[in-house]
């Protein structure tokens, strides 16, 4: 997509400008609905790496194995709400582990319930009792910038919910998960910017290869290095989204920054 001259940066404005940065078109009567976010900028190499769910205490230590081999790396978790509870419950401060690296927390809802099933006001409630849990765990009260719907169902009433709280939705580009033969051909296929999907829950296994039910984990272990050997950056969601803004919206003396808010204006 071209850059933005700073006259149509200041056109666009809003929502409007969300819209055209993260490549979605919007008709007039969604200009207002929250942004939509499916890749990063391909200008630099980086991808971000993230998970879904976040169940199983098991597969979160074998997700913290990995991340300690590769300290570099830096993902982005979407737990649900009773995830963050549970697991806390069984080894507290498993979440402070991720947070205190660098890891970032995204919205997953309380308990997966798809968001077309509910309305505005439960969704609003949902994603409430969700941060507080967050908070909770970790013991601090980190910006939260991005939310996945459960599913990837995009409804009214979840885009409703991050206009009103001020995320981003946050979709993919690939994934990594599956059978780890295919995953691991979609890790070498993945371009500059991809957001990848995995999830730290119970899968299949595969007696025949010797593998135990986390596909994701297996397949996580090998892609960690396979990257860094390829010269591509894991970041968070947070450093490819601002990566975007940047590329689309900063000019020649105006410096977009990484600060909390989604959108900054640069005037002469």
């Not at 098991?58 to 978790?77: E, F, G, I, K």
């Not at 001020?166 to 691991?184: E, R």
Request: proline share 5%; with cysteine.
């Amino acid at each position: 997509m071209a850059a933005l001259s700073r006259r149509d940066f200041l056109k666009l404005g809003g929502a409007g400008l969300l819209a055209a940065a993260l490549g979605r078109p919007r008709s007039a009567a969604a200009a207002d609905s929250a942004p939509i976010l499916y890749h990063g900028t391909s200008y630099y190499q980086r991808i971000a790496i993230t998970y879904d769910d976040c169940n199983l205490l098991t597969r979160l230590h074998m997700l913290q194995s990995s991340l300690a081999d590769n300290p570099a790396v830096h993902v982005t978790l979407f737990p649900i709400g009773e995830a963050l509870v549970n697991n806390e419950s069984k080894e507290p401060g498993i979440w402070k582990w991720f947070y205190s690296r660098g890891h970032e927390f995204g919205y997953h809802s309380w308990n997966h319930t798809d968001p077309y099933v509910l309305p505005d006001a439960e969704v609003l409630a949902d994603y409430d009792r969700w941060q507080a849990a967050l908070y909770e765990v970790l013991g601090d009260q980190p910006l939260v910038r991005f939310a996945r719907p459960p599913y990837g169902n995009l409804s009214s009433s979840f885009l409703n919910m991050c206009r009103q709280r001020g995320k981003v939705a946050t979709m993919w580009s690939t994934g990594f998960g599956g059978a780890v033969d295919a995953g691991l051909e979609l890790a070498r296929r993945a371009q500059n910017g991809d957001i990848a999907l995995m999830h730290t829950r119970n899968q299949p296994a595969d007696p025949a290869k010797g593998q135990e039910e986390s596909w994701d984990m297996t397949i996580t272990a090998e892609i960690l290095p396979y990257f860094e050997g390829r010269g591509m950056q894991c970041v968070t969601v947070s450093q490819l989204y601002d990566d975007l803004i940047r590329e689309q919206h900063s000019s020649d003396g105006c410096e977009a920054g990484t600060g909390a808010s989604l959108t900054r204006l640069c005037l002469d």
